[in-house]
C-alpha cells in the first residue's frame, strides 16, 4: 500500500514528556482509543506483521496487538481482561462486537424498583481475570504500556434504562445513587487490580456524557450524582501513580473545567468537528489539559486522501507546539473507514515538522 514512508521508535518517557506538556515534542506521538479486530487483520495483511510470529504459540494472540501497536506507532495498548467490565442490555451486543476479545460481565435486565435491586445478582470484581496483564508484566516491550477501560455513567444507564432513570431522580433519587455507588465500588475494585501492574500506565474512565448539543443530564446532575465518584477513581490511580484518562463522546464542555480542576484528568479523548474540533479544544484547554486523537471519524471514512492529509497537518500545526497533544482518531479507529486513509493520517504525523 505505501502508505507508511516512516518508521516510529517508541519511547515512552517521551510520551510521558509529551502528556505532561513540558515542551513541543521532538515528533508526533499517537494514540487511539480502541482499534477493531478487522482493522488489524487487514494491516497485517497488507504488511506480515505477524509473519514472524509463531502461530502454534500459546502466547501467539497476545502478541498480536503487540506488533500491531508497534508498527502503528502507539506506545499505549488497550487491554480486555475477562469479566473487568460491566456490559449492560442497551450497551450489549454493539460493543461485544466492536470488541470480539473481550468477555464482560453481562447484565442482563432493568432495575425499576427497589426490589430488582435487591434481587440483582452483582458481579463480583474477584471473578475478574487479569492473566493477560500478568503476562506482559513480563512480556510488553520496554517502551510500551497498557491501558484498561472502566465506565460508570454507561452502565447505570443501560441498568435503569434511560427513561425510567430520569424518571427515578425525581421519584426515587437515592435508588438511582446506590445503583451508582454498587457500580463504581466495581470498577475500584477493578481499578486497584489494574494498578498492582507495572506494565498497565493508564485507567482510562470512558463515560460518554452528551449528545450533540447539550450534556444528557444538566450538568448540576452530573456534579451531585457522578462526578464524585469519578474523582475518587481518578484518585486511587493518582495515589498508585498512574495516569487518568477520560473518554466522553458528545457536549459534554459545561463539566470540563470540573474535570479538569476537580477530577483531575490527565488528558481527554472524543472530539467530533460538528460539537468540538480539537484544534478548538486546544486553544482553550490546551494548557491546561493533554488532548487524544481528534480526527473526525466521518472525515477518515469519507474523504479524499489529499484532504485527509491537509486536515491532520492542520490539526499538527496547531495541536503539536507546546505539548500535551497526540494524534488519532477521534473515536475508535472503526471498520468503515479504509485502511489507506487511515494510514495516511499517521503517515502524515510521521513525516510532520
Not at 509529551?18 to 494514540?31: A, D, E, Y
Not at 460508570?152 to 437515592?174: K, S
Not at 476537580?262 to 491546561?288: C, M, W
Amino acid at each position: 500500500m505505501g502508505f507508511i514512508s516512516k518508521s516510529i521508535e517508541l519511547d515512552w518517557e517521551g510520551f510521558q514528556k509529551n502528556l505532561l506538556r513540558k515542551g513541543t515534542p521532538s515528533r508526533v506521538f499517537f494514540f487511539e482509543h480502541g482499534i477493531t479486530d478487522t482493522i488489524q487483520q487487514s494491516v497485517e495483511q497488507e504488511y506480515g506483521l505477524w509473519d514472524k510470529l509463531n502461530p502454534s504459540s500459546p502466547d501467539f494472540a497476545l502478541r498480536k496487538p503487540v506488533e500491531i501497536h508497534r508498527f502503528f506507532g502507539l506506545e499505549l495498548m488497550r487491554v480486555y481482561p475477562s469479566n473487568a467490565r460491566m456490559i449492560g442490555p442497551s450497551l450489549g451486543q454493539d460493543r461485544r462486537a466492536v470488541v470480539a476479545s473481550e468477555t464482560p460481565v453481562n447484565l442482563n435486565h432493568f432495575i425499576n424498583s427497589w426490589e430488582d435491586f435487591e434481587k440483582f445478582n452483582w458481579p463480583s470484581a474477584a471473578a475478574a481475570d487479569f492473566s493477560v496483564l500478568e503476562y506482559y508484566e513480563k512480556n510488553l516491550p520496554e517502551n510500551m504500556r497498557t491501558f484498561g477501560v472502566v465506565d460508570l455513567w454507561e452502565i447505570v444507564r443501560a441498568l435503569m434504562g434511560f427513561e425510567n432513570l430520569c424518571y427515578a431522580l425525581y421519584d426515587d433519587p437515592e435508588l438511582v445513587r446506590e445503583v451508582i455507588k454498587e457500580v463504581a465500588e466495581f470498577y475500584l475494585s477493578i481499578i486497584r487490580s489494574y494498578c498492582d501492574f507495572d506494565c498497565h500506565a493508564v485507567v482510562y474512565l470512558a463515560d460518554d456524557l452528551g449528545s450533540k448539543t447539550s450534556t444528557m443530564l444538566a450538568p448540576s446532575t452530573f456534579r451531585e450524582i457522578l462526578l464524585p465518584w469519578h474523582k475518587k477513581m481518578a484518585e486511587l490511580a493518582h495515589e498508585k501513580g498512574k495516569y487518568f484518562f477520560f473518554h466522553s463522546c458528545g457536549q459534554m464542555y459545561q463539566l470540563i473545567d470540573d474535570y479538569i480542576d476537580e477530577v483531575r484528568i490527565d488528558a481527554k479523548h472524543s472530539f467530533e468537528d460538528d460539537v468540538l474540533p480539537v484544534t478548538e479544544a486546544k486553544r482553550q484547554y490546551g494548557n491546561r489539559l493533554s488532548l487524544l486523537g481528534g480526527v473526525d471519524v466521518d472525515l477518515l471514512a469519507r474523504s479524499s486522501e489529499s484532504i485527509i492529509r491537509s486536515r491532520t497537518r492542520e490539526i499538527l500545526d496547531i495541536c503539536v507546539p507546546g505539548g500535551g497533544y497526540f494524534l488519532g482518531c477521534g473515536n475508535w479507529v472503526m471498520d468503515y473507514i479504509p485502511l489507506k486513509s487511515y494510514l495516511a493520517m499517521l503517515d502524515e504525523g510521521r513525516n510532520w515538522i
